[in-house]
């Protein structure tokens, strides 16, 4: 089993639509929370970090993170075409500074 | 310059060869990260510099590969005697601490392919 899961996709949704992407994690000692973006043929960017348990909004852009259950979410309200990439969940502090990352999920928006 | 620069962005090599990979970091980060990514998966965390040290190694899979960043800024990723599964995405990052919490800067990588 991985330490983080994400499912693949692909995820099409229609413009102005609602996206929510989610992993799902194995170790308990994650601290840190990330998402990052990737255009093809580009390395990734960081979107939105959250630290611990909680909430985060930036703009339309929106993070949770629930160490509870080990799952995170990323939301994205009012998606626009711009926003077709792969996004990949980030996580840290589970011993040594190593950043563990999902599969990524490619997010597809119709206009 | 403004970004993490990577060189080359595509290297074609022959299995069995030795390979050095470039990158310099963003001017005054002194954390630096080497990360591989293979086609359809995350990136997967290879070797963490602070300064010239090699912080954490325990992602690089095997003695096969090797890192150095002597002046702790250029760092070059080595790979001796190539194997058609080293075939990947080679990805550089660098951060301007060693926090957990600080952000990483990506290049946009090197993407290898051995034959």
């Known amino acids: 089993q991985k330490e983080v899961e994400q499912d693949p996709g692909p995820l099409s949704v229609p413009e102005g639509a609602i996206v929510s992407l989610n992993c799902t994690y194995s170790?308990?000692?994650?601290?840190?929370f990330m998402w990052y973006r990737q255009y093809s043929r580009k390395g990734p960017e960081l979107l939105m970090y959250?630290?611990?348990?909680g909430n985060k909004e930036d703009g339309r852009f929106t993070a949770q993170v629930d160490k509870s259950s080990k799952y995170i979410s990323l939301f994205i309200r009012d998606s626009q075409p711009s926003d077709s990439a792969t996004y990949l969940c980030?996580?840290?502090?589970?011993?040594?500074?190593?950043?563990?990352f999902g599969a990524g999920t490619r997010l597809f928006v119709k206009a | 310059g403004a970004g993490v620069s990577q060189t080359p962005s595509n290297k074609v090599t022959e299995k069995g060869k030795y390979v050095e990979l470039r990158c310099d970091p963003i001017?005054?980060?002194?954390?630096l990260y080497w990360y591989r990514q293979s086609l359809g998966q995350g990136p997967e965390f290879l070797i963490y510099?602070?300064?010239?040290?090699?912080?954490?190694d325990s992602g690089l899979p095997n003695d096969r590969f090797f890192a150095v960043r002597p002046e702790g800024s250029v760092s070059t990723l080595k790979i001796q005697r190539t194997e058609r599964g080293d075939s990947a995405v080679y990805l550089c990052?660098?951060?301007?601490?060693?926090?957990?919490?600080?952000?990483?800067?990506f290049g946009q990588g090197t993407r290898l392919t051995v034959v």
């Open positions: 959250t630290y611990s348990s």
């Open positions: 980030a996580m840290s502090g589970g011993g040594g500074f190593k950043t563990i």
């Open positions: 170790n308990s000692a994650f601290q840190y």
């Open positions: 990052a660098s951060s301007p601490g060693w926090g957990l919490n600080t952000e990483a800067f």
């Open positions: 001017s005054g980060h002194t954390a």
């Open positions: 510099f602070q300064g010239t040290g090699a912080a954490d």
